[in-house]
C-alpha cells in the first residue's frame, strides 16, 4: 500500500512540474506580445503625432502662409499633442526630460525645454539599445522649420529599431 501511495505522490508530483513548466514558458510567451502590444501603441501614437504636423503644416501651406504655421496663419503649437483631435488618455501633460524616474508608467509626455516627446516604458528590459533606459524621447521639429518627430537616439525594441 505504501508503494502505491509513493507511486501517485511521484507522478502528482511529475503533473505539478510540467505544469509550472507549462506557466514560466506562457508567462514568458504573454510578456512578450504584451511588449510588441506597447511597441505597437507607442508606434501608432508616433504616426498620429506626426500626421497631426504634417496636416496643420499643409493647412498653412494651402492658406498661404509658409514656416512652422498652421491653419490662418497661427503659429504650431510645439506640443504635437495639442493638434490632435483627441489627446491620448495616457498623455500626461509637460514633463522634464531630467526627471524621467517620476512620469507614470505607460504615458507620454511633453518637456517644453527641449521641445520633445517622451514615453515612459512599461516594460524597460524590452529597450535593447539603449540599457537601462526606462524612456524613450523624439525631438518635435527640424532643419528649416521643418516639423518632424525624430528619436533622440538609437532606439532598438526586441531587436527592432523605434523611431
Known amino acids: 500500500m505504501a508503494s502505491v501511495s509513493n ?22 510567451q504573454v510578456r512578450t506580445v504584451q511588449s510588441q502590444a506597447e511597441r505597437a501603441a507607442v508606434q501608432t501614437t508616433l504616426g498620429a503625432l506626426r500626421t497631426a504636423l504634417v496636416l496643420s503644416q499643409v493647412t498653412g501651406h494651402v492658406a498661404g502662409v509658409v514656416g512652422t504655421v498652421g491653419a490662418g496663419g497661427a503659429a504650431l ?13 495616457n498623455f500626461a501633460g509637460a514633463h522634464s526630460m531630467a526627471r524621467a ?60 529599431l523605434l523611431g
Not at 7 to 28: S, T
Not at 131 to 156: D, K, M, N, Q, S
Open 77 to 89: 503649437p510645439q506640443n504635437p499633442f495639442l493638434l490632435l483631435k483627441t489627446v491620448p488618455t
Open 101 to 160: 524616474d517620476g512620469m507614470s508608467l505607460g504615458a507620454w509626455v511633453f518637456d517644453g525645454e527641449c521641445v520633445c516627446v517622451g514615453y515612459r516604458l512599461l516594460y524597460p528590459d524590452v529597450l535593447n539599445e539603449p540599457e537601462g533606459a526606462e524612456a524613450v524621447w523624439f525631438r518635435v521639429g527640424g532643419p528649416a522649420g521643418a516639423l518632424l518627430i525624430t528619436p533622440l537616439t538609437r532606439y532598438v525594441w526586441q531587436g527592432q
Open 7 to 28: 507511486r501517485r505522490l511521484a507522478e502528482w508530483g511529475l503533473v505539478a512540474l510540467v505544469v509550472v513548466a507549462l506557466m514560466a514558458v506562457l508567462g514568458r
